[in-house]
Each structure stands twice: as C-alpha cells, then as structure tokens.
C-alpha cells in the first residue's frame, strides 16, 4: 500500500534551502562479502565491537543490524546454480577505473555448480516516510538537510519508541547506555564533502553513493543489463516512491526476493494510520459524551 507521495523530504521537515537529496544504492550482485563496509562504518563511526560469533546457518560473523552493526553484509546460501550469471566485476570496472579490480577474482569463490551465495550490506533505509521520526518524544531522531535520518546520542532518552516502529528492524538500543543507535550515513562526512565511509571502502563498488536521482537512473541502468544477460531475476527494492514508505533514501538491487534477504516484501510506514485512529477515537469519546448527556437528560 502507498504512503503519500513526498518529492522532498528535507524541505518538508523544515530546511529552507535543502540541497539534492542523497543516498546509497547497494547493487548486490557485485557484493564479494568482504565485509570491508562493516569495518569501515565501526572504525569512522567509533561503533564498539559487538563480537564475532559464526553462526551454524552462516558464514556470516555478524548476524544482523543492531545498535552496534550499523551496516551488515548477509550471507545467503542458495542451492541454485549461478549458470551464466556475470559476476559484475566487468561492469564494477567501468564505474571505478581507479580501482585494481583485475586483482580480484573474476568470479565470486562460491560459484560451485548447484550452488550460490547471494550477498548484500543492508543498512538503515532513511525513509521518506520515517516511522521512528514520527514516534520520538525527544526530538532525538530528526530529519537532516541531506534528506538523511540520524539519532542525536546527546537527547535521547532511551525511551525504545521508534524500535517497534522501524518496519525494517533498523534502529536498536544498546544495552549498555540503553539508547538507540543506527547508520548516519556519515551525518558529519557529508558535511565536509566527504562520501559515507562504507562506500569509500567498498572495493567493487557494490555501495554507491550520491543523489538519488542519479543513483535511480544508474541502478535501472544495471537492472536492465542483467535482463538483457539472462539474470532476469535482478529488481529493485525501495526505489519507488509510491512503495508504503514513499521511497528510500538506501535501496537496493536485489537478485532474488526481498524475503530471501530477510526484507519485507511491502513495508509500510508504522503510524501511516495513526492520525485516522486519533480521529476515530476522538469522534467515539464525542459519541459517548452524547450519549451520556441524553441519558442523563431523561432521567430528570
């Protein structure tokens, strides 16, 4: 279900003069898993270590987002046989000509026949429709000029709100100060020109950054190279604005279901229906109140 259109978000929170709206695309079938974003958000961001833990369905070390994993690559294994699938890495090269990608491998290690691994970083959405914005009593959450979401550690008060209300799972307290935490996509590197952290390590350049609109036009650029390939599984998720949280300010192309990435198929804004629930119940408290008033005037 579609949440109303909001073309840009940063002005409607407030910004006189917002600049483009910026954002990631994570193309997912150029992730190689190194992990590489993970490290670098911690070590930008001062993320305390959360332990390594090997999971016994998984390779994966880190299990999932959490109020000290601010971006998580997931790793998916499959019993599907990539067959001709492109890796990506001829296309990675033209989008980074700086980057030595002949020292990677030309195909992911994983490509055993009958089985694949399908890898993605996933991160904080930055909703134009936030949840957890809607919910926050402190102004803790706010909505940047970048069109961005971010915590501001200093207010909040821990109060956990905004955890149920992220469709995505997102936001986290952590339990040692009780606040949330989640991905700034770099609030304090944008400021001085500088690209997110987990971008700029990314090796193949399966995290893009920069205006959404760009990023749009790159990603169905992308998508419709796949097709073209055979891979006509690849989409994008959380691209459209008429999607339940009118678009993402991090979205994604994905090479199977958004479920298989454990993402929601449809998401949708929390307190879409907030307002026409105070509405109802206002309107029953009136009723009542009526009621009781001609109750009470028939039995004088």
Known sequence: MSARPLADPARAAGWDAPGERVGFFTDTSICIGCKACEVACKEWNDVPEDGLVFLDSSYDNTGTL??????????????????????????????????????????????????????????????????????????????????????????????????????????????????????????????????????????????????????????????ETLHGRGVTAARLYGDDDGDGVGGMGAFFLLLDDPEVYRLPPDPVVTTRDVRAMWKAAAGAAVALVGLTAAVAGRRR
């Not at 971010?150 to 997102?170: M, S, T």
């Not at 952590?174 to 690209?195: P, S």
């Not at 749009?216 to 992308?222: C, G, K, L, Q």
Request: a negative charge; glycine letters at 8%.
């Open 66 to 223: 959490g109020a000290s994993t601010w971006r998580h690559v997931a790793f998916i294994e499959q019993a599907i046989p990539l067959g001709g699938q492109d890796a990506g890495l001829t296309e990675a090269r033209d989008l980074v000509a700086e980057v030595d990608l002949d020292a990677l491998p030309a195909t992911p290690p994983e490509t055993h026949d009958g089985f694949r691994w399908l890898m993605s970083s996933d991160v904080c959405k930055h909703c134009t429709h936030a949840a957890c914005l809607d919910v926050c009593p402190t102004g803790a959450l706010f909505r940047t000029e970048f069109g961005t979401v971010v915590v501001q550690e200093d207010i909040c008060n821990g109060c956990g709100y905004c955890v149920p209300a992220c469709p995505f799972g997102v936001i986290d307290q952590r339990h040692a100060d009780g606040r949330v935490w989640k991905c700034t996509l770099c609030y304090d590197r944008l400021h001085v020109g500088l690209e997110p952290a987990c971008a700029q390590a990314c090796p193949t350049k399966s995290i893009q950054f920069g205006p959404l609109s760009e990023l749009r036009e790159r990603a169905r650029d992308r998508v």
